[in-house]
């Protein structure tokens, strides 16, 4: 056992496919004259800040009914969809269940909100296997600030720091803020571009690299 901690990103990391509800989306918004990619970035925007704590789902419901003219039920019916496209695919759960076994630490850092997160643990029965799990709504910052991280790692000796392998498929805005802190980095390098996740350029080198997350198990 290289490791004794390993702490996953949520997004495209743990989570890292998605069904296109694009379709479905759009058919919600035809009688309005939209399309998914005329409201997306309102959107996201919208989830930055849950995901910082300062709004709720409700209240993303209500501004976005205002500001796109859109009647907060169908909101509510977008934010389901785009929720419920989250896979967890069996590499990934296996990978997670054979490290659980072998007794190392798991634990979950996402910038992300806590309904989203805990909606996917429970329909996936997978919360059991995580002895931390840090969401930014609750702390009211996103990685790379280091407050997050701390929060992640309380429980751990800072001495321990070392012990830790922190796996992510974004460079920049989780492992080069981990990566002060002694803490081990893997990048999950995925071949993925849409309007959520962009191609990165390599700007600093983790100290590993997976195409797969089976592979973890022959790093740590």
Not at 109 to 120: A, G, M, T
Not at 193 to 218: G, H, T
């Amino acid at each position: 056992m290289k490791y004794k901690y390993i702490f996953f990103d949520w997004g495209y990391t743990l989570i890292s496919k998605f069904r296109n509800v694009d379709d479905e989306i759009n058919m919600i918004l035809a009688k309005y004259n939209l399309k998914w990619n005329d409201i997306f970035r309102n959107w996201k925007n919208y989830q930055v800040l849950n995901s910082l704590g300062k709004v709720t789902e409700k209240e993303t419901y209500k501004d976005l009914a205002l500001i796109l003219n859109i009647s907060e039920e169908d909101i509510e019916k977008i934010d389901m969809l785009l929720l419920e496209s989250h896979i967890l695919d069996e590499e990934t759960k296996n990978t997670i269940i054979k490290l659980y076994e072998k007794g190392y630490y798991l634990g979950i850092i996402s910038n992300n909100s806590i309904r989203n997160v805990e909606y996917i643990l429970e329909r996936e029965d997978i919360k059991k296997y995580f002895k931390k799990i840090v969401i930014s709504e609750a702390v009211k910052e996103r990685k790379p600030n280091l407050k997050v991280y701390m929060k992640a790692f309380e429980d751990i000796p800072k001495g321990e720091y070392n012990n830790i392998a922190f796996v992510s498929d974004e460079l920049l805005e989780d492992l080069l803020g981990v990566k002060i802190l002694g803490v081990k980095t893997i990048w999950y390098e995925q071949e993925i571009e849409n309007k959520w996740k962009k191609k990165e350029e390599v700007l600093i080198e983790p100290d590993y690299r997976i195409k797969s997350m089976n592979e973890l198990l022959y790093i740590v």
